[in-house]
């Protein structure tokens, strides 16, 4: 029997955890705590953690784990920046779901264009108080307009499929291109200056933290529309407000956000916020803020669960994570030196 431990849950996590059918020889405890130094007490005397985005996984979390006994940490997500990996090795397991749902992602990148240049978020909010009028309420197409999309895994191709499927012109930009495809790669200096639409999907690494900056900012159309429904340290926060101000951006669509850890996934609606950058960002009209909810679809939390679940049992049942279990020596499984034959320690 394997205890899980589950860091930073919500009602919907429960739900969709406890409505796996075949769970194994899984129990699972449900702490609404983020992870943390001050809670990994929680972990004492399980086997297994499960953790979210926001949750920290750093070294000195890592060691207390490994000195509790617990055998694997188990992200239900894609993203593994929160997890200090390097420290990891050796130590602990760790494992994730690299893709639960890339159709909910990128249709809410989508969901988020459409919404703000043409401001249905206002006319709704508008019509609430019959007021009928027009003004102020002008877009425009989004069909001929050229899309500049940065990363190409699966949510960035879903994305461009979408795109092209309104007519948009794309332009994509990975370090690792995509064989044998039709997307057109372009290097990023000429994305930046050529799109009228610039959205992220690509991880959050040391190399592509705050890849949107002044000097980037410098480098696109003016009026340009922003959106990252990825990491929310690819933006400069701070950058950006001033771009926004200067009306080199015309409009910022945000799903995440680089200091969200401590507001996100939380009501203070009956609180002032602390941070002014957000709150400057919250107050702008061209500014479209969701609370990291582009995941959040029944499809997805259904994967995320019988993902995380198979990883575990597989971990009890003596197999190596063939597929999703991230390590700091190999790097992903797919370039693992054991051939995916063993367990890489």
Do not use: W
């Not at 129990?27 to 953790?51: H, P, R, S, Y």
């Amino acid at each position: 029997m394997m205890k899980v431990a589950f860091f930073d849950a919500k009602e919907y996590d429960v739900s969709s955890f406890n409505q796996v059918e075949d769970k194994g020889s899984l129990t699972f405890q449900f702490f609404e705590t983020k992870l943390n130094e001050n809670t990994v007490e929680l972990a004492k005397g399980f086997d297994a953690i499960c953790v979210f985005v926001n949750d920290t996984v750093n070294a000195a979390v890592i060691d207390k784990l490994v000195e509790y006994g617990c055998k694997v940490i188990a992200l239900r997500c894609a993203g593994f920046n929160n997890v200090d990996v390097q420290h990891a090795y050796k130590k602990i397991h760790i494992v994730r779901v690299p893709a639960y749902s890339p159709y909910a992602v990128a249709e809410h990148a989508m969901a988020m264009i459409l919404t703000s240049i043409r401001r249905i978020h206002k006319a709704f909010n508008r019509t609430r108080d019959f007021n009928f009028s027009l003004s102020g309420l002008v877009g425009f197409d989004l069909h001929g307009k050229t899309v500049g999309v940065v990363g190409t895994g699966k949510i960035g191709r879903i994305f461009i499929d979408i795109c092209k499927g309104f007519g948009m012109n794309v332009l994509a930009y990975d370090k690792f291109p995509v064989p044998n495809s039709d997307i057109k790669y372009v290097e990023l200096d000429e994305l930046y200056a050529k799109s009228d639409i610039i959205s992220l999907h690509c991880p959050l690494t040391p190399e592509t933290k705050h890849l949107i900056n002044k000097d980037t900012l410098k480098k696109m159309k003016d009026h340009v529309v922003l959106v990252n429904t990825s990491r929310g340290a690819l933006i400069n926060a701070v950058d950006l407000v001033e771009a926004l101000k200067s009306r080199k951006v015309g409009v910022a669509c945000l799903d995440v956000y680089e200091e969200e850890g401590d507001l996100f996934f939380r009501d203070y609606s009956n609180h002032i916020l602390d941070d002014d950058v957000l709150a400057r960002l919250l107050s702008m009209p061209n500014v479209l803020v969701t609370s990291h909810q582009a995941f959040l679809t029944n499809e997805a939390l259904g994967n995320i669960a019988q993902t995380t679940t198979n990883n575990l049992k597989t971990y009890l049942a003596g197999n190596y994570i063939t597929e999703n279990e991230v390590c700091y020596q190999c790097g992903l499984a797919d370039q693992c030196k054991k051939k995916r034959k063993e367990r890489c320690f």
